[in-house]
C-alpha cells in the first residue's frame, strides 16, 4: 500500500530543501554560510540534498573569527577537500594584525569585531545577495519571530518591527541592488530534530561535540577549554583534566563547555533530553546585556 | 525503552502546526506556557531567567508569568503584549508541534494571517467570562479564509465562572450559530483554566461534566494529513538541473497530488507532453512522489521546460488564465494604489498582475460586504485581477498550493498583499473600475480624463480661435485653410462655421438679433465641450455684437477663447463675396445684415487682427500665435 505521509524529518528536510532550491533560483549570487557547527554539518547536507546530482551551485563560507577551536578547523578543511565543496574563508585582516581577541578586549569587542564586522565585511566584498545561514527559530527567544527569508537593508541591518509578511512557501525574493536577504532554511528545526537527522543521515560533526577528557578552566562560571597558548599563563595554570563537552561551537574562550559522559550521539540525546540547561547558556556572548541576541541581530549578526 | 528504541520511534513522529489566537487578556501567552511546561521542554535555565524578568516587568503577581517566556523582542516585552508572530516548538511522545503564536489585536489582522498560512489546525481563545465577542468571530473568519479545517475553541478561564457547565454550552451554542456562515469542517469545544492548568495537558477533575479530551490529548490525535490534496497533479517547476550533458532533471516540491514514474504528463504552458522517466533523490529513486517531497524528475523527451512552468496530468489540468477572482488581504502601510503594476509569485511563477476590480471589502467583525475604491492595511475584498501571463492555478478551497499567491510592490518591494483564488473571471465579464470620486464627476457631467491628459495625448490645449468679421471678409477661407494647416501638423482640430451649422444645429433660427443670439449660445456651448475634450475649435462666425462675443466668451472661459478679427470694410466685402447676400438686400428680399442695418461693432479686443489681402500672412499669424500660447503644439 502506497503511503502519503512523512515523519516530521522528512517533512522539515523537504520543506529546507525547498526554500535552498528557490534561493539558488532566484538570486543572483548567494552563499551558504558554514559556521562548522552541527547545524551548518545539516545544511549542508540539505544543500547537497537539493541539488543531487548536481553539485551545489553556491560557494560556501566561513566567517573565521581565528578563535575557533582548533579541531573545528581541522575538520573544516578535512572536509572541504574530501567533499570538494567551494569554500571562501574570510577573516577581520585589520582587526586580526591589531591583536584583537577576547581576552585582551573583552568577549564584546572581539565579537563584534572578529564575528559581525567580519561578516559584513565579506558579504560587502563578495556583494553576496543571499546568504544562508543556520540558525533555528527555537534557538532564542528573537529568532523565534524571524522570517525564513528575513530582509536586511544595505547596511546590513534587520528591523524586527518592519518585517515582510511571510505566507504559505512562497517566498518575497525582490531586493534592490545593494540590499540582502538572509535565509534560514533550519527555520522550523529543533535541536533534538538536528541530532536526530544527525543520526539517520550519518552526517560527519566535529568531534569537540562528544565528551572526552579535556584540559579545562574554570573562568567565571563557565568551563573553557585550554586551546592553544593564546589563553592567559593565570588562567593556563589552572586548568584540570575533565570529561567535558560542547553543545555550540565558537571561539573556544567564549564558548563554555559541560561536564558530561556522552559519547555517543544516542547519549547526547538522552542527556540533553533529560537536562537542564539550553543550548545558548554556554556561549557566552549572551549575558553582554538584557536582550543582547536582539541587538546584535539589528546590527547585522545572524 | 532505552534511548535508541526512543530515538527510533521518535523519528518517525509526525508534525502538526497550529495556529492560537486570542487577544491578551484571554490568557493566550499563558496557555501556550503551560503547554511548553508542562510537555516538559521548559528547560531549567529558561525558568530561571524568567523568574528574574518577572520581578520586574511581570504582570501576574505572585504566579509565574508564562507570557514572560514568548514575548520575545525588546518593546513587546515593556508593552506587555505580542505584537508578531512568533513560532514555538514542543513534542510529545506522539507528534511534534510549530505553534504559530499570532496577536489578536485587529491592527495586527496581517500577522494572523501569516502565522495562520501554514498551520493545519486553529485554537481559538475565548475568556470564559466575556463569551463570544467580535474578536472571535474576526479569529474565526479569518481561520475559514485560510482554509484551516480544524479548529479547536478552548474556553479559557473557566476557573473565574467556577467551572460552570451552563456558562460553556452556552458560549458552544453562541459560537456553533455564528459558524455555521462559514465553512469550517471539524470545530471542538474544549473548557479549559490555562492558569490552573485544567484539561490543557490532563483532563481536569474540576469539571466531570465535560467528557472530552484534554487540549494536548487532542492535538496529539487530531487527524490532519489527509487534509492535502493527493488528487490533482501539480508539479511547479522550481530549478532545472543540469550537471552533465545527458541528464536534465526539473526539481520541484510536489504541489498536490501523486506524480509516479512512467506517469504521462504535460508541461504548461506549452502543452508538451512527455513520460516521466525517474523521480531523483539523494536518497535513491523513487517510484511515486507526493507533497509535500522536494524531489527531481526526469523525463522521457528532451521538451522545453524551465522554472515557472509546471507538469500536470493531461487529463486533469489546472485553470489557465489571465483572469481571476480572489480573497486579498492587504498587508502594507501603503494604501493600495489602483494603478499599480505588482509583480505576483504563484507557485514558482513570477508575472506581473493589475488589481482591475474591487468587487466588495468584507469586515472582518460583522462580514457585512462594503464598497470601496482602495484597499488599506488589514483590509480583506473580493477582487478581479489580471496577469500578464496567464498562471495555472485552482481554486484555494481545493488545493491550498496552487490557489495561493502573493503581490509585491514593483517600488518598494514589500509584500503588499496576499491572496487566495477563488476562480476564474470569464473574460468579457470585465468591467471599468468606478471610483466614488469618478462617480461624483459623471454625476456632475464631468469625463473621467483629466486636461493634464488631453493635453499630454493630443499636445494641445482645447482652445476657440473665434473668427469674427463682415459676410463676405474671407473669415472663412482664413478657418478652413487654418484647420488644414493645424491637421497636417498633427493637431486635432474641429471647424464650425455658419453654414454648417444652421442647416441643421440651428435650422429653426433667422437673423434677427434675437436668433443671431441663440445661434452663438449654441456655438459656444458646443466650442467649450469641444475644449473641455482637448480638442482645438475654430469657429468662423460675423459675431457682429460686441456684448454677444463677450457672452460666447464667458461660456468658452475667457482663458481658452481666442479672438481674431477679419478687418475688412464693407466694400471690399460687397466685392469678395462669393454669393448675392448684398445683392438680395439691395433688392429688399433679405434683412438684418451686419454692416448693413444692423451696426457691425469692430471688436477693440481682438487678440489678432487679420489683413484680409494677405492670408498666408495670417495663417503664420495665427501659427505663431497658438505656439507662443503653447496652445498648439503644447509641449
Redesign the interface.
Known amino acids: 500500500m502506497e503511503s502519503y505521509s512523512l515523519s516530521n524529518l522528512k517533512e522539515l528536510e523537504a520543506e529546507s530543501i525547498h526554500i535552498i532550491r528557490e534561493v539558488a533560483a532566484e538570486f543572483e549570487n548567494p552563499v551558504m554560510l558554514y559556521s562548522i557547527g552541527k547545524d551548518s554539518s545539516v545544511m549542508v547536507r540539505l544543500a547537497e540534498k537539493a541539488f543531487y546530482p548536481g553539485k551545489v551551485p553556491f560557494p560556501l563560507m566561513h566567517i573565521d573569527s581565528k578563535w575557533k577551536f582548533r579541531e573545528m578547523i581541522e575538520f573544516r578543511d578535512k572536509y572541504v577537500k574530501e567533499k570538494g565543496w567551494d569554500l571562501i574563508v574570510h577573516y577581520n585582516k585589520k582587526a586580526y594584525e591589531q591583536g584583537v581577541g577576547p581576552f585582551t578586549h573583552g568577549s564584546k569587542v572581539h565579537t563584534d569585531l572578529m564575528k559581525t564586522q567580519a561578516l559584513l565585511e565579506a558579504l560587502n566584498k563578495y556583494k553576496f545577495d543571499a546568504a544562508f545561514g543556520g540558525a533555528r527559530r527555537d534557538e532564542e527567544k528573537s529568532r523565534a519571530k524571524e522570517r525564513i527569508y528575513s530582509f536586511r537593508d544595505k547596511y546590513h541591518q534587520w528591523d524586527p518591527k518592519n518585517q515582510r509578511p511571510e505566507l504559505w512557501d512562497i517566498y518575497n525574493a525582490k531586493i534592490h541592488k545593494g540590499e540582502s536577504i538572509r535565509v534560514f532554511p533550519l527555520s522550523n528545526w529543533t535541536e533534538l530534530d538536528i541530532w536526530q537527522y544527525i543520526r539517520l543521515e550519518n552526517i560527519p560533526i566535529v568531534p569537540l561535540y562528544f565528551a572526552k577528557e579535556r584540559p579545562v578552566v574554570d573562568i567565571d562560571g563557565n568551563l573553557i577549554l585550554v586551546d592553544d597558548e593564546r589563553m592567559p599563563e593565570e588562567y593556563r595554570k589552572k586548568a584540570v583534566m575533565k570529561k567535558v563537552r560542547f553543545r555550540t561551537l565558537g571561539c573556544y574562550p567564549l564558548t563554555g563547555a559541560i561536564e558530561s559522559e556522552a559519547d555517543t550521539i544516542e547519549k547526547i540525546v538522552e542527556e540533553m533530553m533529560t537536562v537542564t540547561k539550553s543550548e545558548r547558556t554556554t556561549r557566552v556572548i549572551d549575558f553582554d546585556q538584557e536582550a543582547s541576541m536582539e541587538q546584535k541581530k539589528r546590527e547585522g549578526y545572524f | 525503552m532505552n ?2 528504541e ?2 527510533d520511534q ?6 502538526l502546526r497550529f495556529l492560537t489566537a486570542g487577544s491578551v487578556d484571554d490568557g493566550k501567552s499563558t496557555l501556550i506556557g503551560r503547554l511548553l511546561f508542562d510537555s516538559k521542554k521548559l ?4 525558568l530561571s531567567a524568567l523568574k528574574r524578568d518577572s520581578k520586574r516587568v511581570g504582570h501576574a503577581g505572585e504566579e509565574i508569568d508564562y507570557a514572560l517566556l ?6 513587546e ?1 515593556e508593552q506587555g503584549i505580542t ?7 514542543f ?1 510529545t511522545a506522539k ?2 508541534f ?1 505553534i504559530a503564536d499570532t496577536p489578536g489585536h485587529e491592527q495586527y489582522t ?2 494572523m ?2 502565522g495562520g ?2 498551520a493545519n489546525l486553529a485554537v481559538i481563545l475565548i475568556d470564559a467570562r466575556k463569551g463570544v465577542i467580535t474578536q472571535t468571530r474576526r479569529h474565526t473568519f479569518l481561520v475559514s479564509l485560510l482554509g484551516i479545517k480544524h479548529v479547536v475553541l478552548a474556553v479559557n478561564k473557566m476557573d473565574l465562572v467556577d467551572y460552570d457547565e451552563k456558562v460553556f454550552n452556552k458560549i458552544v451554542e453562541d459560537y456553533k450559530e455564528f459558524v455555521t456562515q462559514l465553512d469550517i469542517p471539524d470545530i471542538n469545544f474544549i473548557p479549559l483554566s490555562a492558569l490552573k492548568g485544567d484539561n490543557v495537558v490532563d483532563v481536569s477533575d474540576k469539571m466531570p461534566w465535560y467528557h472530552g479530551k484534554s487540549l494536548l490529548e487532542f492535538l496529539e490525535t487530531v487527524h490532519v ?1 489527509s487534509d ?1 490534496n ?1 488528487s490533482d497533479m501539480r508539479y511547479p517547476v ?2 532545472v ?3 552533465t550533458l545527458d ?1 536534465r ?1 526539473f ?1 520541484a ?1 510536489v504541489a498536490s497530488g ?1 506524480i509516479r514514474k512512467g506517469d504521462e504528463v504535460m508541461v504548461l504552458p506549452s502543452r508538451q507532453k512527455s513520460k516521466v522517466k525517474s523521480i ?4 535513491g529513486d523513487l517510484d ?1 512522489a ?1 507533497p ?3 524531489v ?1 524528475v526526469t523525463l522521457e523527451d528532451e521538451i522545453d521546460v524551465s ?1 515557472g512552468d509546471m507538469l500536470v496530468h493531461p487529463d486533469n489540468p489546472p485553470t489557465v488564465s489571465r483572469h481571476f477572482e480572489a480573497m486579498l488581504v492587504w ?1 502594507d502601510e501603503e494604501k493600495m494604489d489602483p494603478l499599480t503594476q505588482f ?1 505576483i ?4 511563477h513570477t508575472t506581473r498582475a493589475k488589481v482591475d476590480h474591487i468587487d466588495h471589502k468584507i469586515d472582518v467583525n460583522t462580514l457585512e460586504k462594503h464598497d470601496v475604491d482602495a484597499l488599506q492595511l488589514n483590509d480583506i475584498a473580493k477582487v478581479v485581477i489580471t496577469t500578464n501571463e496567464p498562471l495555472y492555478f485552482d481554486p484555494y478551497k481545493k488545493n ?2 496552487t490557489g ?3 503581490l ?1 510592490d514593483p517600488v518598494t ?3 503588499s498583499a ?1 491572496g487566495m483564488i477563488t476562480g476564474e473571471y470569464k473574460e468579457g465579464k470585465l468591467d471599468l473600475r468606478i471610483t466614488s470620486e469618478q462617480k461624483d464627476k459623471i454625476h456632475k457631467g464631468q469625463g473621467l480624463i483629466s486636461q493634464d491628459e488631453y493635453v499630454k495625448r493630443y499636445n494641445q490645449k482645447g482652445s476657440t480661435i473665434w473668427i469674427s468679421g463682415l459676410h463676405g471678409s474671407g473669415k472663412n477661407e482664413l478657418a478652413f485653410s487654418l484647420e488644414r494647416k493645424l491637421f497636417d501638423l498633427g493637431a486635432t482640430v474641429i471647424t464650425l462655421d455658419g453654414k454648417s451649422t444652421r442647416m441643421g444645429l440651428s435650422r429653426e433660427l433667422d437673423f434677427s438679433p434675437a436668433d443671431r443670439a441663440e445661434h452663438l449660445r449654441r456655438i459656444a456651448h458646443i466650442a467649450k465641450l469641444l475644449n473641455d475634450q482637448g480638442i482645438i475649435t475654430i469657429c468662423s462666425f460675423a459675431s457682429n455684437d460686441e456684448n454677444i462675443r463677450n457672452q460666447v466668451a464667458e461660456i468658452i472661459g475667457k482663458d481658452r477663447f481666442h479672438l481674431a478679427y477679419m478687418d475688412a470694410d464693407i466694400d471690399y466685402c460687397k466685392k469678395n463675396a462669393d454669393d448675392d447676400l448684398y445683392e438680395r438686400f439691395e433688392k429688399g428680399e433679405i434683412s438684418n445684415i451686419p454692416g448693413l442695418d444692423l451696426e457691425f461693432q469692430k471688436p477693440e479686443n481682438a487678440k489678432l487682427v487679420m489683413n484680409p489681402e494677405d492670408m498666408q500672412d495670417n495663417l503664420q499669424k495665427v501659427l505663431d500665435y497658438l505656439s507662443e500660447n503653447k496652445i498648439f503644439p503644447a509641449g
Open positions: 534511548i535508541k526512543f530515538l521518535d523519528q518517525k513522529k509526525d508534525l528547560y531549567e535555565d529558561q514568548l514575548d520575545g523582542l525588546k518593546a516585552r505584537i508578531d508572530v512568533a513560532y514555538r516548538y513534542s507528534r511534534k510549530i496581517r500577522n494571517i501569516t498560512s501554514t494529513s492535502r493527493f522550481q530549478y538541473l543540469r550537471p541528464f532533471g526539481s516540491k501523486i531523483v533523490t539523494y536518497d511515486y507526493f509535500p517531497q522536494a527531481t522554472r498587508m509583480y509569485k504563484q507557485t514558482t491550498k498550493a495561493a499567491f502573493i509585491i518591494h514589500n509584500t496576499v
